[in-house]
């Protein structure tokens, strides 16, 4: 079985600390993305890597930076943590046409 | 105008009923469509892909129009296990971005 595994379930973190979601997955597969949910809103995505070193901007980047110096790692970072970033955050990959999930990180920005 | 878009419902149904969600999009280079579902406090999970001629899965029918772009899911003899929420999918050509609408919550009722 595909395994998407995001480092926490739960975070805390307080105004304009740095923080760092990490996403690895099994399947070697090419493409990663993270997005974000929220009710009423859907998932959005927030930025999405082809290849190792390589990413893209999603729908919403702004506050957001990316990194994939390995394949089997993207990692999402929040460079001042604000409250409306205060979300569930999701990680995928894919190497076809099904997208495989992580089991979500809640963020709460205080 | 969301590139995808779903009613979000809630749609509240009898067990046994007959329900059925539409989903929009708006790019019509769009060329991979899909259905997730989404458990409470859960990943999404693929339900099934949607293709042109239209595809059935037990319960489960979808259905796309390219002409109109938009695409269908059925579901007959609902279950109470059908309850959750249900997204629909929008892979573009050329780029492997998944595009979700916001999510269509059912409830199957006793």
């Known amino acids: 079985d595909v395994k998407v595994t995001q480092s926490s379930r739960y975070l805390v973190k307080r105004t304009g600390e740095k923080v760092f979601l990490e996403c690895v997955q099994d399947?070697?597969?090419?493409?990663m993305f993270w997005y974000r949910q929220d009710p009423g809103l859907g998932l959005r995505l927030i930025y999405f890597?082809?290849?190792?070193?390589?990413?893209e901007k999603g729908d919403i980047p702004e506050g957001y930076s990316v990194s994939r110096e390995k394949k089997e790692r993207f990692s999402l970072i929040l460079e001042s943590a604000s409250t409306n970033q205060t979300s569930m955050y999701l990680c995928?990959?894919?190497?076809?046409?099904?997208?495989?999930f992580g089991q979500g990180t809640r963020l709460t920005v205080v | 105008r969301k590139e995808v878009e779903q009613d979000p419902g809630p749609f509240n149904v009898p067990e046994g009923a007959t329900v059925a969600f539409n989903c929009t999009y708006s790019n019509s280079a769009s060329q991979s469509f899909f259905w997730y579902r989404q458990d409470c406090r859960k990943e999404p999970k693929l339900l099934m892909s949607v293709y042109s001629s239209g595809n059935e899965d037990g319960r489960f029918t979808a259905q796309l129009n390219r002409a109109s772009q938009y695409i269908s899911l059925l579901i007959r003899d609902s279950k109470l296990s059908d309850s959750a929420t249900y997204l629909c999918v929008v892979n573009y050509r050329g780029a492997q971005k998944l595009v979700f609408g916001q999510g269509t919550r059912l409830t199957i009722n006793p």
């Open positions: 890597s082809y290849d190792v070193k390589m990413k």
């Open positions: 399947m070697d597969h090419e493409n």
């Open positions: 995928a990959s894919t190497g076809g046409p099904e997208a495989f």
